[in-house]
């Protein structure tokens, strides 16, 4: 777990403004996830990548852009286009188990 | 695709007592089935997960089952204690694909 940071830890979007969380890993694993969480609810994958370069859709992924330019780096941008994205955001890897990163708290002015 | 159903969705438990969470999935293909532990505001943890090579897991007081052939694995946690009150989710995946799919979690309560 200590080898994945997410920043920041708490982000303030006002309307129609995009913003990007970073995740960073330095466990050198190829899988990485964006999740998110809302307040008493479980973890809807928004989207994943496998390996550099490419990436596919999760079951939440409206809203959401992400890209993957390196193994150690997998950025998430909450676009305007996403109208309810208060919640934790959760980053995770994979190698042999799945690692989450100690997440983002993003609320909406 | 897979889907995971995990029940109870809530659990209290009387202190040194032992709490049993239970999930079913419904690809037969899926052999990796891992347990997290989500305390509150915090990131989940990885407590013990299991493969399909083997029925049963022990990990100190925390222990996992499984049963390919009804496709189910449950959590035992024994001697509970008050640190273990948290929500717990199940998952399971299979090997080609890296993509896990979770329980929708069971909040476990440890009453003192």
């Known amino acids: 777990d200590g080898g994945i940071t997410q920043s920041p830890k708490y982000l303030f979007r006002k309307e129609g403004q995009n913003v990007t969380l970073s995740c960073e890993q330095n466990?050198?694993?190829?899988?990485m996830y964006w999740y998110r969480q809302d307040p008493g609810q479980g973890l809807r994958l928004i989207y994943y990548s496998q390996i550099v370069n490419d990436f596919q859709k999760g079951d939440i992924a409206e809203g959401y852009s992400v890209s993957r330019e390196k193994k150690e780096s997998f950025p998430l941008t909450v676009t305007s286009a996403q109208k309810n994205p208060t919640a934790f955001y959760l980053c995770a890897t994979r190698g042999e188990t799945q690692y989450f990163g100690p997440g983002t708290r993003l609320l909406v002015l | 695709g897979e889907n995971v159903e995990q029940h109870p969705s809530t659990l209290s438990v009387q202190e040194g007592d032992s709490a049993v969470i239970k999930c079913t999935y419904s690809d037969s293909a899926s052999n990796y089935f891992p347990w997290y532990k989500q305390e509150l505001g915090k990131r989940p943890q990885l407590i013990i997960d299991i493969r399909s090579n083997v029925g049963e897991k022990k990990d100190q007081r925390i222990a996992v089952t499984l049963n390919k052939t009804a496709k189910h694995f449950s959590l035992h946690i024994t001697e509970t204690q008050p640190e273990d009150s948290a929500v717990y989710f199940c998952a399971a995946s299979y090997f080609g694909n890296e993509k896990l799919t979770f329980g929708t979690g069971t909040r476990l309560t440890i009453i003192p």
């Open positions: 466990l050198n694993h190829d899988a």
